[in-house]
């Protein structure tokens, strides 16, 4: 059920005017292959998917049937060159990415888009539900534990804003509303990759900075997902 959604939204964002049909596609965070072998089986493009989790790279390389081109590395410094896709797809990962790890991982999926490109994002949007575990820091849009924070909670208006600061050009954007009480609100955009002078990646990039090599930050595993921790400025 959860698959046949993402791929469905996906289908959507890839129908727009403006939006690559065909090409090389990236999948991030894509964990056991479930959404990625799919995206390769029904869909024109050439499929890779990433996972910093080994374990979830060894899982989907077994899935059969389809060509697929899998790495283990981090979305802060993805390993392909710049230019490498015609289309990034997030398949519910950036509300794991906190704080100033966000701008980089944005970064990072422009970098890799070929001019005219496209970046898919589905993630959280809104307030977490009341029955949430964890305490909710307004400021941050993050879920606390410990001090530190964890998943993040974007509203509307601050994602599109994060996705213009990062050099994207919105094409379109839909909610999809949480349809029972413990669950939250879902958001969609398509974004066009804009010129390079909207947005100055320098001080995104060390300057030891290597784009094909793996680096991997701060972050806790748990299970196939990734989860990327950092601690809140005082």
Known sequence: MLVAHALAQVRRALALPGVPQSG???????????????????????????????????????REGVELELRQGSVLALPWPDGHFDAVVDGNL???????????????????????????????????????????DPVTRCQIRDGVAGRHFATQESLLAELTAAGF?????????????????????AARWASITQRDPSPLRPSSWNPCSPRISVTLSIGLSLVVFSPIPS
């Open 94 to 136: 950036l509300h794991c990415i906190v704080l100033g790890d966000r701008a980089r991982c944005l970064a990072e999926a422009w970098r890799v888009l070929a001019p005219g490109g496209a970046l898919i994002v589905m993630c959280l949007a809104g307030d977490p539900p009341p029955s949430a575990v964890f305490a909710f």
């Open 169 to 189: 050009e919105i094409a379109a954007h839909w909610l999809n509303p949480a349809t029972h009480a413990e669950e939250c609100d879902e958001m969609v955009v």
């Open 24 to 62: 090389r596609l990236l999948e991030l965070g894509c964990g056991d292959g479930c959404i990625t072998v799919r995206l390769a089986r029904e869909l024109p493009f050439a499929v890779s998917g990433v996972d910093i989790v080994p374990l979830a790279v060894a899982l989907a390389a077994q």
